[in-house]
């Protein structure tokens, strides 16, 4: 199994540029999470997703958007890239409640 | 807003000293899990707790969960040069929202 994939791995964006975030699992998983992780910090909740169709802000929602179509797929979208933005971005999924957040290996973006 | 205070936020100790890590809150939280976090990577789950009071062992790592499942405590014996890493504790609120959130992070460095 593949488990959370995202993509890409890096990427350097211009200010005010937009782009979007790819996440998939391959766990049939109902929760899904997008977190963003500044240097040497803990990770702050963007989104997350309880099932297809379905999102709610996390801790640091502004600037940032999702969609959850399929179960699978769960992308963060930015609109309007700010220096502000410029983190490591960690997409996790869980079965249920209580179970463990299994992550993907993160994309580091830069915004100059 | 839950917060989530991880203490201390840098620990640097010799190989076989024993070390408390803690996490805190003014919120109640449904469960509360410990990961641990190479660079490059994302977290890892160490366990999860659920019941007020509980104490899980993990070899030389003792969990515990507050009696009023606001605070929980990592404590390490005999600390090994394997064990540095970031520890993060994530909590799920009481309300069943399925949403996590993270500690501060406490970066442990284990010199041999």
């Known amino acids: 199994n593949a488990g959370v994939t995202q993509t890409p791995k890096f990427r350097i964006l211009k200010i005010g540029q937009s782009m979007t975030l790819q996440c998939t699992q391959d766990?049939?998983?109902?929760?899904m999470y997008w977190y963003r992780q500044d240097p040497g910090m803990g990770l702050k909740l963007i989104y997350y997703s309880v099932g297809a169709g379905i999102t709610d802000k996390g801790e640091v929602p502004n600037g940032y958007n999702v969609s959850r179509s399929t179960t699978e797929d769960f992308p963060l979208r930015l609109e309007l890239a700010a220096p502000s933005q410029t983190s490591v971005y960690f997409c996790?999924?869980?079965?249920?409640?209580?179970?463990?957040?299994?992550f993907g290996n993160g994309t580091r973006l830069t915004v100059t | 807003t839950q917060l989530l205070e991880q203490s201390p936020q840098f620990l640097s100790i010799q190989e076989g000293e024993n070390l408390t890590v803690y996490c805190n809150s003014s919120s109640v939280f449904s469960s509360l899990q410990w990961y641990r976090q190479e660079p490059g990577e994302g977290p890892v789950l160490l366990v999860t707790?659920?019941?007020?009071?509980e104490v899980k062992k993990l070899k030389r790592l003792t969990f515990q969960f507050g009696d009023a499942r606001k605070d929980s405590s990592l404590h390490i014996t005999a600390a090994q040069p394997g064990d540095t890493g970031l520890y993060l504790c994530a909590g799920a609120a009481d309300s069943g929202t399925y949403k996590y959130i993270f500690g501060t992070g406490t970066r442990l460095k284990v010199l041999a």
């Open positions: 996790a999924s869980s079965g249920q409640e209580v179970e463990p957040l299994h």
């Open positions: 766990m049939n998983h109902n929760y």
């Open positions: 707790v659920v019941t007020g009071g």
